[in-house]
């Protein structure tokens, strides 16, 4: 008995390569399939673990600009508190915010809201979603697959 691989259903992600839909897929990028036999620099193997590296450091700079990012709003927290802020900027054009160049304001927004619910509300979330689980479980459920998406990761080790 032969096995015969077909192509998923759309509605299930992104197609398996070299089927119809990847097919269209690609011509609608206007990039060649790879079985044309025509070399496109761009999918070389030195362009694509290239493309993977920056990928990596790509990752990495946002990991680090993340943490900044957090460390700058907690010294702009800390001087908000102790006052400084409105002792050594002056107030924005439209009173709000501190004006720090004549085209950049700083302003403090609230946070957001966030809910807390009765015990009743909890209990029926509760039995949602183990409603939900069963559904998973017995195949009453539907479900799709959202874009795919690559992850990449170093090496432990």
Known sequence: MTATLTAAPLSLGEPAPGTPEALLLLANAGVLPASSGADDPRF????????????????????????????????LRLAHLRGDLLTLLPAGKDGNGYQITPDLVLNRRPGRKQWSYSIDCKEIECQLKARQSYEQQSGLASYSLGAAFWEVRASKG
């Open 44 to 75: 070389s193997a030195d362009s694509i673990t290239t493309c993977v590296t920056r990928l990596l450091e790509v990752k990495q700079q946002q990991e680090l600009l993340n943490a900044e990012q957090k460390e700058l709003n907690e010294q």
